[in-house]
């Protein structure tokens, strides 16, 4: 279990979210290793997501070192609540027609604000609540590691697929994310 602690003005994706709870599990057949998890994650609504993966590791040891690459594929998939909210309080914060009640100066804290005449938008989501493939991804997890210390990363290639539609004042728009590559590193200390 987690809690989140996000400041009002930040614009982090997952900044809606107050927390999350979740379980894995995984069993090696030997050639392969299956794996998959649930999460459930909290927000100004509940979002359930799922993701399941096939991974083999290759392991080199060195005297008493071991290094361990692990090639996996995921699928993840869930519900978006948390990501609408996002996009309706942070991403695209309107003031609601008229002034904004300070002088004209909306302190929203979303990336575009709506002016302050007296036209009103509104963000709409056609496919609420959809139980849906979010991504697909590739990784390639290495770690080095001694009897006192060790080194890892995570390169991942992640393929986004179902991207979110919304209406802005009844324009429906389609969210522009690509393919990513991104990394994580780490090392730590064993005592």
């Known amino acids: 279990m987690s809690k989140y602690f996000y400041s009002d003005g930040s614009y982090a994706v997952a900044s809606e979210l107050q927390g999350n709870t979740g379980t894995y599990l995984s069993y090696d057949l030997g050639i392969l290793k299956l794996g998959g998890g649930a999460d459930i994650l909290f927000s100004p609504g509940t979002d359930i997501t799922v993701n399941g993966n096939l991974s083999h590791s290759f392991e080199i040891s060195f005297q008493k070192n071991t290094c361990t690459i ?111 590559f991104f990394a994580e590193v780490g090392a730590y200390f064993k005592f």
């Open 70 to 180: 692990s090639p996996t594929v995921q699928v993840n998939a869930g519900t978006q609540t948390f990501y609408r909210a996002y996009y309706k309080n942070r991403k695209f914060s309107f003031t609601s027609g008229g002034t904004s009640g300070n002088g004209g100066v909306n302190k929203s804290k979303g990336h575009h604000v709506g002016s302050t005449n007296s036209a009103t938008n509104k963000i709409t989501f056609p496919t609420q609540n959809r139980f849906g493939v979010l991504d697909y991804e590739i990784s390639m997890p290495i770690q080095y590691e001694s009897k006192r210390w060790g080194v890892y990363a995570t390169p991942t290639a992640s393929f986004p697929v179902n991207l979110a539609t919304y209406a802005i004042d009844g324009v429906l728009q389609k969210e522009n994310i690509s393919k990513t």
